[in-house]
């Protein structure tokens, strides 16, 4: 028997992001969700919204059919 996995390439807050540092965030997903480590990535608040800034995951953790990533904001982008 499979799991379901979904490869992501984005991060997609939906507003639901913890911040643990000044710039390390903890967001908890529903499902089995597969991210690139240590690469950047496009951070958005939802997944039809403008880039809001980058980062660069540091953690994935799968239990209880849920995925929590930690990871830093490298780059914030401004409407300045």
């Known amino acids: 028997m499979g799991m379901p996995l979904e490869l992501n ?20 997903k529903e499902g089995y969700r597969l991210y690139p480590i240590e690469i950047p990535i496009e951070v958005r608040k939802t997944i039809d919204s403008d880039s809001s800034g980058t980062g660069v995951i540091k953690k994935v953790e799968w239990e209880n059919s849920t995925t ?10 401004s409407p300045n």
């Not at 929590?68 to 982008?77: A, N, P, V």
Request: aromatic share 10%.
């Open 68 to 77: 929590t990533i930690t990871y830093q904001l490298i780059s914030l982008y």
């Open 9 to 28: 390439t984005m991060i997609v807050t939906k507003g639901r992001e913890k911040r643990v540092e000044e710039n390390v965030f903890v967001l908890v």
